[in-house]
């Protein structure tokens, strides 16, 4: 399948989804085999895997294997180190499933032979009965543990998971503005996915080979007729199941495309008939009539009307010889082992064919399950995993830091943070845009600044390097005249606090948002900041007031559905919903938002109190109403004792008066810096046409 083919939604008519003519690439994934077929109008395309045989695909992957084997090993060793218990009660349970559809066909024919002895014989002794009976009873006990194997393999799983978490997230969580998207691992466990499927894949692996050595076994100890004829079934059925080409759902994903231009005219009217768009003009130009009957017209001629993209899919045909001999090995068993009646004792005959039924009913079972594994991940993809989880541990932060505790005593200074720039330049990306272009200034110890500039000017990506959130791609960074990558990062932040235009709040309560660990004074500190924040009517009006968590996350472990429990009760559903966690979202406006923002850097200012040296609200009041942002910024101004307070904002107007120094960006270069009364003289600069223009509009 060619990954860059779009697989349009089965759900969808086809008549409804106008596609363009597209050609299949002839560039394939090197595992699949491109087909094609007609249906109706459409040609179709679809994919499947090809069974490498080949000796240099099966040394390739073992090279591959031998690459990552030495992380996969380690992994193993640390998930059981990490979690001992239940990973020997997985493993033992895994290796009950493995031996449990072995050994009970290994009973059924010790049983069908004392049943067939006894007949033959004519003669049932009290050892047959015993033994029978002792059978029976050991039968009955594999299918109890293979039951209450399933179910410990699912809890212990769980009980993994949580090792797992707790064990990997500290190695995971460092100061990094964000991991790479393949190292991301919100929605997955480290460690889980790769243990379950390497576990899960040996196992059903091992218990197709110990089903087949079995079957060997019962083999050997039958006619020579009966022998050919188990020994077939033994190895066709692994083959057919195997290689057999699957059609319908779980079967290849498809492209399809037509020449036909009845239909795209047809998906044309059909648009014209249902947007909003365009039904007013045509109601009225009178045209729904015509509309109507171009539609029937044209349909008439076309049997693509009833096609869906879905039957297209199960229309994917498998040759007939697969679908017999399919049919004939896995759902009529009996009929073949019918055919050697004439041949052998009726009565052997009949315990074959009950053997052989059991054998393909266990066989099928384990093969299918083995089949379902080969169309996701690889086994050599899997045991990658493990490479990836080791590269994200081992992932430096973008930002290299040294280890001098900020502030540093001989150069820092009690008005504030100095902040200087040399000649920085920064980019998205190496071959991203770039959004700071030689940019060179400085902020001094306890001024204020303004940095002003159009949307894009590169304000904010300027910046988020003082955080050492990024990394100038050129140039430096000074903080109080020393170089930032020598300071301790995180003694370094601890001197800041910042907030930004779109903050969210983490999905905690917002006490929890705003103390962020500190305890020391907490009402105190949360009342006053919200009052600062212009948030206190806000809070107080949520139900859970301070306990709100705006947008929770979902606790999706709060049921296990279909996974071994069966159906979940209405009367469990009920209990969940009254005494579970309550999971609501709380909407809030953007303005609202921006509100709590600031609470939050104010609750950081309360708490941090004079270690914070530098405040930065980068268009941090750009949605509240006048009144509010004024406030907020009064109360930001009211902080300045002891602290630089570097603020972007849009409307700057009230602000320019008090600004120590005013730096104006256009197209990531500053190309202004001074009061506003210095960058006034330039009637024609930048910054006189913005302040003008806000002055022309009232803002
Ligand atoms: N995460 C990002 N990835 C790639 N490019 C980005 C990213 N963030 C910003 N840019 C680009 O960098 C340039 C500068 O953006 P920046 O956000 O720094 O400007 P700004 O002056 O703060 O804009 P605004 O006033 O709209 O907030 C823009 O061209 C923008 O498209």
């Given amino acids: 399948m060619n990954p860059k083919q779009p697989l349009l939604p089965s759900t969808v008519p086809s008549y409804n989804v ?18 094609q077929m007609s249906w109706g109008i459409f040609q179709v395309a679809y994919s499947e895997p090809v069974h490498q045989l080949s000796l240099g695909g099966f040394r390739q992957r073992i090279r591959d294997l031998s690459y990552s084997a030495p992380s996969a090993g380690r992994l193993l060793l640390e998930i059981f180190r990490t979690a001992r218990t239940p990973v020997a009660v997985h493993l033992l349970a895994a290796v009950l499933l493995i031996i449990a559809p072995a050994f009970s066909l290994y009973l059924s024919a010790t049983i069908l032979g004392i049943v067939e002895e006894s007949v033959m014989t004519r003669r049932i002794t009290e050892v047959h009965v015993n033994l029978l009976q002792v059978l029976v ?16 393999m699912a809890d212990t799983r769980l009980a993994l998971s949580g090792h797992l978490r707790a064990h990997f997230l500290p190695q995971l969580v460092d100061g990094r503005s964000s991991l790479p998207e393949e190292y991301t691992f919100d929605t997955e466990v480290p460690g889980s996915k790769f243990f379950h499927e390497i576990v899960t894949r040996l196992l059903r692996f091992l218990t197709v080979v110990a089903e087949v050595g079995v079957l060997v076994m019962i083999i050997s100890r039958r006619e020579f007729h009966e022998t050919r004829l188990l020994a077939f079934f033994a190895v066709m059925l692994p083959a057919v199941m195997l290689f057999k080409p699957q059609s319908g759902f779980g079967g290849a994903g498809f492209v399809f495309w037509t020449a036909n231009p009845d239909y795209y005219y047809l998906a044309a009217l059909y648009k014209l008939a249902f947007s909003q768009k365009y039904r007013p003009t045509l109601a009225r130009d009178g045209m729904c009539a015509f509309i109507a009957q171009e539609y029937e017209r044209v349909s008439r001629g076309l049997e693509c009307l009833n096609v869906e993209t879905l039957t297209i899919q199960c229309g994917v045909k498998v040759q007939w010889y697969w679908d017999l001999t399919h049919n004939l090995i896995l759902d009529y068993p009996l009929v073949v082992c019918a055919l050697l009646i004439p041949w052998s004792d009726p009565l052997s005959s009949l315990v074959t064919m009950v053997l052989v039924q059991h054998a393909v009913m266990t066989l099928r079972q384990s093969v299918e399950l083995l089949r379902a594994d080969r169309s996701s991940d690889t086994f050599v993809e899997v045991v990658g995993q493990a490479e990836r989880l080791y590269e994200a541990i081992a992932l430096d932060t973008e930002v290299h830091h040294g280890t001098d505790r900020y502030p540093d005593p001989t150069l820092s200074r009690e008005e504030g943070m100095k902040i200087s720039f040399r000649n920085v330049s920064f980019r ?17 110890a306890g001024s204020l600044a303004l940095v002003v500039g159009v949307n894009g000017s590169g304000k904010s990506s300027l910046l988020s390097l003082i955080p050492g959130i990024r990394q100038p791609s050129k140039g430096q960074v000074l903080i109080d005249d020393r170089p930032l990558a020598d300071y301790d990062v995180a003694s370094l932040r601890a001197a800041m606090a910042c907030v930004s235009q779109d903050e969210d709040m983490y999905p905690l309560s917002l006490r929890a948002n705003m103390l962020m660990g500190a305890e020391h004074n907490a009402a105190e500190v949360l009342e006053r900041a919200a009052q600062m924040g212009c948030a206190t009517r806000l809070i107080e009006r949520f139900p859970s007031q301070w306990d709100t968590v705006l947008d929770p996350t979902p606790v999706s472990s709060q049921c296990i559905h279909n996974f071994g429990y069966g159906r979940i009760s209405d009367l469990a559903w009920a209990e969940l919903d009254a005494h579970g966690p309550k999971v609501g979202q709380t909407a809030v406006s953007g303005g609202e938002k921006q509100r709590l923002a600031a609470t939050r850097m104010f609750a950081r200012l309360l708490h941090l109190k004079e270690r914070v040296r530098l405040i930065v609200c980068d268009e941090a009041t750009g949605a509240l109403d006048s009144r509010a942002e004024r406030d907020i910024l009064k109360q930001v101004k009211a902080m300045r004792v002891g602290r630089t307070v570097i603020v972007v904002t849009h409307r700057f107007r009230e602000l320019v008066g008090e600004a120590d120094v005013i730096l104006v960006m256009k197209e990531g270069r500053l190309v202004q810096q001074g009061t506003h009364a210095e960058l006034m003289l330039d009637e024609r600069g930048e910054y006189a046409e913005m302040y003008n223009a806000q002055a022309d509009s009232g803002l």
């Fill in 137 to 152: 009873f050991m039968w009955l006990f594999v299918a109890i543990t293979s039951t209450l194997s399933t179910r410990i």
């Fill in 18 to 35: 106008p596609i363009e003519d597209k050609h299949v690439d002839s560039v394939v994934h090197p595992k699949e085999v491109l087909r």
């Fill in 428 to 444: 998205y990306g190496e071959d991203g845009p770039g959004a700071v272009d030689s940019v060179s200034c400085d902020i001094q």
